[in-house]
T-cell receptor
Framework: NAGVTQTPKFQVLKTGQSMTLQCAQD?????MSWYRQDPGMGLRLIHY???????DQGEVPNGYNVSRSTTEDFPLRLLSAAPSQTSVYFC?????????????FGSGTQLSVL | QKEVEQDPGPLSVPEGAIVSLNCTYS??????FMWYRQYSRKGPELLMY????GNKEDGRFTAQVDKSSKYISLFIRDSQPSDSATYLC?????????????FGKGTLLTVNP
């Protein structure tokens, strides 16, 4: 059972470039989300989805787009990369979005924007 | 005042020591309290969770919540080098799919053999 799989593990971009961070889960989870983790700061929610075709903004959504066409996949798109988006990005999923559901995290994508 | 405060450490202890990790919070709406463990270059993994005041034990780990003081703790007994990681407290409020999950900044723990 692979769990939550993120690709790529590392990425370097130039300012203004666009790219997509991939996230897939094989646990039939309805709830999926994207976080960024920066030194000296906690994990911050970027976007989340409670099911295919449904997405919503989190705490820091600016500069990022998401879509959820299938239950399994939840890609995160950077439209025009900026140095402020240098961070480690984590995808996480849970069976539902209920309060007591366990959240499973992927291994992360380390992104550097020059 | 930040909603969740966590001392970032770093914390370095000898093998076998008792470790105490702590978080304070200001939002009375938080209902669910968790501790995540994050090894270097890995994603966080849920270690313990509780929704009531008091203690919850799981092997060498004890999670303690004091809602009146808005204070949570994680105790690790007989600490091992394999416990070396960053520990994140997290708290949930809200209901259904619109819950809010807030993380502390994390405390880096090193257990020395």
């Amino acid at each position: 059972n692979a769990g939550v799989t993120q690709t790529p593990k590392f990425q370097v971009l130039k300012t203004g470039q666009s790219m997509t961070l991939q996230c897939a889960q094989d646990m039939n989870h309805e709830y999926m989300s994207w976080y960024r983790q920066d030194p000296g700061m906690g994990l911050r929610l970027i976007h989340y989805s409670v099911g295919a075709g449904i997405t919503d903004q989190g705490e820091v959504p600016n500069g990022y787009n998401v879509s959820r066409s299938t239950t399994e996949d939840f890609p995160l798109r950077l439209l025009s990369a900026a140095p402020s988006q240098t961070s480690v990005y984590f995808c996480a999923s849970s069976l539902t979005g209920d309060l007591d559901e366990k959240l499973f995290f992927g291994s992360g994508t380390q992104l550097s924007v020059l | 005042q930040k909603e969740v405060e966590q001392d970032p450490g770093p914390l370095s202890v000898p093998e076998g020591a008792i470790v105490s990790l702590n978080c304070t919070y200001s939002n009375s709406a938080f209902q669910y309290f968790m501790w995540y463990r994050q090894y270097s270059r890995k994603g966080p993994e849920l270690l313990m969770y509780t929704y009531s005041s008091g203690n919850k034990e799981d092997g060498r780990f004890t999670a303690q919540v004091d809602k009146s003081s808005k204070y949570i703790s994680l105790f690790i007994r007989d600490s091992q080098p394999s416990d070396s990681a960053t520990y994140l407290c997290a708290m949930k409020s809200g209901g259904g799919s619109n819950y809010k999950l807030t993380f502390g900044k994390g405390t880096l723990l090193t257990v020395n053999p």
